[in-house]
C-alpha cells in the first residue's frame, strides 16, 4: 500500500502538471476569440477520461484485474510521450514572451496541507478531532492567502487581490470543483445501496463526467449575452441535480429509483460543464499583462484541483458523519447540493452588468461586461 501510495502521488503531480500546462498553452498559443471553445475542448477531455475511467475502472474490478489497469495506462501514457515532440512544436508567434519563474515553494506547501488535513478528517471516527483538523485546514487556508499575497512568486495573480472580478471567477471554479468530487462515492453507493455489479457502478460514476462534457459542448457556442446568465445559474443546476439524487437514495433501490440518480449527476455535471469554459476564459481575459494572464491560466487548474482536494476530503468527512450507507448517501449529496447553491452568491458577481469593464471577442465583436 505504500508503494502504490507513493506511485499515485508521482502520479498526481505529473498529472497537475499536464493540467496547468493546459491552460498555459491555449493562453499562449490561440487568439483570444478562440480561449471558451479551446478550455471547453481542453476540460471535455478531463469529462472524457473521467467518464472512461471507472468505466473502465469496473470492468476490471469485475475480471480481478487490478494490476491491468495501471499496466494499461502505463502504456498509453509511453504512447502519448512519444507523440508529443511531433504534436506540441515550438509556437512562432505567442502571445506572450516567455519568462522563467520561480515556483511559490511556501504557499504550495501549506495548501498542499490545508488539503491533507481535511483528507486526514474524513478518515477520524471521533467528531471532536474531526472538527479540530477543519479548524486547523481553515487557518492554513488564511495562511495561504496571506503568503501568496504578499510574495514576490504567487500560486494566484496579484489581480485576485484586487478590485477586480478574478476572485469571483476563482472562488466559482473552487465551488463547481468540491461539487464534482461526489462523483468519488458513486460507485461505491451504486454498489452498497443499488446493489449494482462493479461494471454497472461503474458506469453509473461516470454518468457525472458524462453530463459535464455535454453541457459543456452545448454552451460553449452560447452567445456572450446570454453567457453571464449560464454561469450565475449554473450551481443552482448543480445543487438541483445532487438534491435529486439525494432525497432518492435507499437501500435496495429500484431500477427507476437507480435511473433517477442517474438523471441527477447528469444534471450536476451538465451544471459544471454549462459555466467551466466561460469562467476559463474570463480567468485568462481579466488582465491585459501577458505574465498575469499565463498565471491566471496556469492558477485555473491549480485552483481546480486544490478544491477537488478539498471536496474529496469534505465528502469523506460527510460520508463518515452519515453512519449508515444510506444516511452517509443522504447527507454528502443533500450536504453537497447546500454548499453548492450558496455559489449562487459568487457566480452571479463573475458577469455582471454595471461599473463594468469589457472583454471582447475580436471575431464576433462581442462584449461581455465583467466588474472591474
Given amino acids: 500500500m505504500h508503494v502504490l501510495l507513493a506511485g499515485r502521488a508521482v502520479q498526481g503531480a505529473a498529472g497537475g502538471l499536464l493540467a496547468g500546462l493546459a491552460y498555459a498553452v491555449i493562453n499562449l498559443a490561440l487568439p483570444q476569440r478562440l480561449w471558451t471553445r479551446a478550455s471547453a475542448l481542453t476540460s471535455a477531455m478531463w469529462g472524457v477520461g473521467t467518464f472512461a475511467g471507472p468505466a473502465a475502472g469496473g470492468l476490471f474490478a469485475q475480471w480481478g484485474l487490478w494490476r491491468w489497469a495501471f499496466g494499461t495506462l502505463t502504456a498509453l501514457t509511453v504512447g502519448i510521450a512519444a507523440m508529443v515532440p511531433y504534436v506540441l512544436t515550438r509556437a512562432q508567434k505567442p502571445n506572450a514572451p516567455g519568462a522563467v519563474n520561480q515556483v511559490p515553494v511556501w504557499s504550495l506547501l501549506v495548501l498542499t496541507a490545508a488539503a491533507s488535513l481535511v483528507a486526514a478528517a474524513g478518515l477520524q471516527s471521533t467528531l471532536p478531532f474531526m472538527a479540530s483538523l477543519l479548524a486547523a485546514a481553515a487557518v492554513l487556508v488564511i495562511l495561504f492567502v496571506a503568503l501568496d499575497r504578499r510574495s514576490r512568486t504567487s500560486v494566484l495573480p496579484k489581480a485576485v487581490f484586487a478590485r477586480n472580478p478574478l476572485k469571483w471567477i476563482y472562488l466559482t ?106 469562467l476559463a476564459a474570463a480567468a485568462m481575459s481579466a488582465s491585459d499583462d501577458g505574465s498575469e494572464s499565463g498565471t491566471g491560466a496556469a492558477a485555473i487548474s491549480t485552483v481546480q484541483l486544490i478544491a477537488g482536494a478539498f471536496g474529496a476530503g469534505l465528502a469523506g468527512v460527510l460520508v463518515n458523519l452519515g453512519g449508515s450507507a444510506r444516511h452517509g448517501a443522504q447527507l454528502l449529496f443533500v450536504g453537497f447540493a447546500v454548499l453548492v447553491l450558496c455559489g449562487v452568491v459568487v457566480s452571479v458577481r463573475v458577469f455582471r452588468t454595471g461599473s463594468a469593464s469589457e472583454m471582447t471577442d475580436r471575431a464576433g465583436q462581442q462584449a461581455v461586461r465583467i466588474p472591474s
Fill in 173 to 278: 471554479i473552487a465551488v463547481l470543483a468540491v461539487a464534482s468530487m461526489a462523483e468519488t462515492y458513486i460507485p461505491f453507493f451504486g454498489q452498497r445501496l443499488g446493489h449494482l455489479s462493479p461494471v454497472a457502478a461503474g458506469f453509473l460514476g461516470a454518468t457525472l463526467a458524462f453530463g459535464w462534457t455535454v453541457g459543456e459542448m452545448i454552451s460553449a457556442s452560447a452567445q456572450a449575452r446570454t453567457v453571464s446568465r449560464v454561469v450565475s445559474v449554473a450551481p443552482a443546476v448543480v445543487a438541483a441535480g445532487l438534491f435529486l439524487a439525494g432525497v432518492l437514495q435507499r437501500d435496495g433501490a429500484t431500477v427507476l429509483e437507480t435511473g433517477c440518480w442517474a438523471l441527477g449527476f447528469v444534471v450536476t455535471g451538465a451544471g459544471i460543464g454549462m459555466a467551466w469554459p466561460h
